[in-house]
């Protein structure tokens, strides 16, 4: 199994485009040690050829002119991307999907609730339906066992000897929401990717606001965790003047504090630890600070644009 981490950023990008906090300010004018990253998302293959990718970032058609095994040239018009799996209904992990209207009928891979607002508050399915089509393929969630073998799984035509385990987390809907603050199962997932061959797995989850039974079982199955980078500590937008909302409103769990995700991935034991989704803001982005260090010390790994993970 072949992992390509096609952006790294959260919502908005490295810089942002109108941001002038200390990261974003210091990467334009090179006075802070960093890399630009795109919106995230990743793409998920066991042959080389065929890929899920998962979630469709505004920065889709950036990310596949980086990522030549997303182009192959098998026709006159060819992909690489044989479906889209979404694990939300943000802006940030879905309005790619405009961007892939040629062609054929699209295979969507989402949750119920997921494809519920795609087809109200922010109706891209119906636009779509005046171009390339979706084909809608339904992810199984709501399961609370800590069996690791017993929650729901999909498998995708074309994806061989890769299964998928959603997961349903505790977070939050999109702010353009009608039920923002009334959270359905299925709003938000994590994924268990697994190869079969291997029994080698990965957890994946951009976006993950506190850690339930189900996800530390998850979490602790994987030999690799890829999991919500957004926020170094809960007050990260407030103290910076940026917003009046913590990490937590926003449905995501900081890396600091004695609960925070670095404290979450030590209890986990030895394994590959990956931070994802990761908000301009963020002091670890600069590869110079003291947060990146500790980061390091904990053995936690950065992600970045064309990062490969290979099990």
């Not at 802070?32 to 293959?45: D, E, F, K, N, P």
Request: with cysteine; hydrophobic share 40%.
């Amino acid at each position: 199994m072949n992992i390509i981490v096609l952006g790294s950023a959260a919502g908005g990008g490295f810089p942002q485009w109108n941001c002038n906090c200390h990261n974003c300010a210091g990467l334009r004018s090179g006075g802070v040690r960093a890399t630009a990253r795109l919106q995230s998302s990743i793409a998920v293959s066991s042959n080389g050829n065929d890929w899920v990718l998962v979630n469709a970032s505004p920065d889709i058609l950036a990310q596949i002119r980086a990522t030549p095994v997303l182009q192959p040239g098998r026709a006159r018009r060819d992909s690489g991307i044989a479906a889209v799996m979404l694990m939300d209904a943000q802006i940030d992990h879905v309005t790619g999907l405009l961007m892939l209207r040629e062609g054929k009928p699209l295979p969507l891979y989402c949750t119920a609730p997921v494809w519920n607002e795609l087809n109200s508050g922010l109706p891209l399915v119906p636009v779509l339906s005046n171009y390339c089509g979706v084909r809608w393929h339904e992810l199984p969630v709501g399961s609370d066992t800590t069996r690791v073998d017993r929650m729901p799984s999909i498998e995708v035509p074309g994806i061989e000897g890769i299964r998928f385990r959603p997961l349903a987390l505790s977070s939050k809907a999109p702010p353009y929401s009608v039920h923002r603050e009334r959270p359905e199962i299925g709003d938000n997932i994590g994924l268990l990717i697994e190869d079969t061959a291997s029994g080698k797995s990965v957890f994946y989850a951009p976006g993950l606001g506190a850690i339930d039974p189900p996800v530390g079982a998850a979490m602790r199955a994987a030999d690799c965790v890829l999991v919500d980078g957004t926020f170094w500590s809960a007050d990260e937008m407030i103290a910076l003047g940026l917003s009046k909302k913590s990490a937590a409103d926003m449905g995501h769990l900081p890396q600091s504090g004695e609960t925070g995700m670095i404290a979450v991935l030590d209890s986990i034991g030895e394994r590959r630890k990956v931070l994802i989704h990761i908000n301009n803001t963020n002091p670890i982005l600069d590869e110079d600070s003291e947060q990146r260090a500790i980061l390091a010390r904990h053995g936690i790994e950065v992600a970045f644009d064309g990062m490969e993970i290979r099990l």
